[in-house]
């Protein structure tokens, strides 16, 4: 409207007017306050969303120290379970060793006692056959046959 139209209008129009465009800017300016707290709220929200994103950043942190140190106490446990495994492995094998030792020491006596054995009762053994069979030796029915074994 123009200002000659404003000047024609009655001082009722004048007041309706007025009145509808006071119920506008209230309903305006009740609008902009609405927008203003739904701006502040997203405001809110991207800063409690920056504020998560470093927290998780943080999280994210503290988990991956907590990685490498688990990382890191595995592979001290694995090289000693290895260091332990190649000592125990290393002793087994020299007492072992040493078993086998006493063993083929032992066994070599023992072929020489019997050796020795062999040759004291050989001779005694062979007069007893020979009485034996004189012995027996006019009927010739029994005739005993006796061959030392020799351990060697």
């Not at 020979?130 to 005993?144: A, D, M, P, Y």
Request: charged share 30%; glycine share 2%.
């Amino acid at each position: 409207m123009t200002d000659k139209e404003f000047k024609r209008l009655s001082r009722s129009q004048l007041i309706e007017i007025i009145y509808q465009l006071q119920i506008k800017q209230e309903e305006l300016t009740a609008d902009n306050e609405k927008l203003s707290k739904a701006l502040e709220d997203r405001r809110l929200l991207v800063s409690e969303a920056g504020n998560i994103a470093e927290a998780a950043l943080e999280i994210h942190n503290v988990m991956q120290a907590a990685q490498d140190a688990a990382t890191h106490y595995m592979e001290e446990m694995r090289l000693r379970c290895d260091e332990e495994y190649q000592q125990t492995l290393k002793k087994a094998k020299d007492d072992a060793a040493a078993i086998v030792a006493k063993a083929k020491q032992e066994a070599a006596e023992i072929i020489i006692k019997a050796n020795n054995a062999n040759s004291y009762y050989d001779p005694v053994v062979e007069t007893i056959l020979k009485e034996w069979n004189h012995f027996l030796g006019s009927s010739n029915k029994f005739v005993l046959h006796f061959s030392p074994v020799v351990l060697s």
